[in-house]
């Protein structure tokens, strides 16, 4: 049997072909749907056209602006003959703008990227790609414009940025051996498959470890951006203090004053005032626990379950500030080398995951899978988080 997995939600139409003699057209809104082609007229087969959407990625989004950026990737094994793009009211009706591209000739991939001046209310825009064969592929994208509709929906402009940290070069500390290879392998996922805005920085020294981070609280996010920031490297705790460090390249080893460290409580505070409503901090490091100042004053502390995923709306509604740690009062496992530490593998492995069918990855989905890990992560928040507050990963 010959199936086809198209994702997001299309209409898929298959023109009457002389050869093939039949047409068949299916019409779905589901996340993903199977289409099987096997019939015994369909000798030949008919390979489809891919769409893939750039800019906006979510089906249903919306804006207050009237002008908005569009853009998808198209590929196909077949040239493609045609790329139509239109603007409606509403979907199957009337085409208020059509913009028709001219191909070259045998053109396998396409990039269609163009600004639309869209009108009060419902736009549905769809994208008709038609290759050589006769497949026809329609794919839409819905955006509401209004101010009414900015709790409602997803904002069409909103970004997710990602700084990622990784440290395991020292000149007073023993080197390690992943955090670097740690942080490039997630930032690269993110980017690809997240469409996250990535920075990495590289065993800094504690200036431009604390200047880069500042770099992100003057930054402007909208209401639905969203914040990671992963660090990885060497920890410290000390029991006089009751306070946890993030060790820089450049710390010193027997510091009594721990001047050359960064400790938690300046990192709470600085995180929390960086201007994005929803920030989470994730730390592979030892002793990264302490974070939370109630591991930090006891022996242990008790994990609560957490509420079940939300939608991807009301979660970015809410203000968040929650954190992920590879740990809590105590030292964690840097892995071997070239595999990752087992806190990042089984972070990637999640993120691998892509979602599943809804593509969506949430904190409260991460940690009961990171609770397998031998050393036991922590999860909580911090600062002015929100009940019920999240952090989504949506794949493409």
Known sequence: MKNILVNFS???????????????????????????????????????????????????????ENKANFAASIESKTPLTEVKLTLGKQRGGMALATKSIELPENTLKYRLEKDMRLMDGENVISLVVTNAEGGTVVDYR???????????????????YALFIGTDKYDHWSDLVNPVYDVETISGILSENFNFETEVLTNPLQDEFLVKIKEYTQKKYKPQDQLMIFIAGHG???????????????????DEAKTTYIPHSVLRNIINNIPCDHILLVMDVCFSGTFDPVIARSRSTVYEDLDDAELLVRKLSKKTRRYLTSGGKEYVSDGIPGQHSPFAQRFIEILKSRGGEDRIITLHEIYPVMQRLKTLPRTGEFGQNEKDSDFVFVAK
Do not use: C, M
Request: charged share 20%; net charge negative.
């Open 10 to 64: 299309i209409t898929v139409v298959l023109a009457s072909i002389a050869t093939i003699g039949y047409a068949q057209i299916v019409s779905d809104q589901t996340n993903a749907i199977r289409l099987d082609f096997e019939q015994p007229a369909n000798e030949h087969g008919i390979t489809l056209p891919v769409i893939t959407w750039e800019h906006p990625t979510r089906e249903y989004t919306n804006a207050q």
């Open 142 to 160: 819905n955006v509401l414009i209004g101010h009414d509709a900015i709790s409602k929906a997803i904002d069409i402009n909103r970004k997710d």
């Open 236 to 254: 410290h705790f000390d029991e006089s203090f009751g306070e946890g460090y993030i060790v820089t390249k450049s710390s010193l080893e027997k």
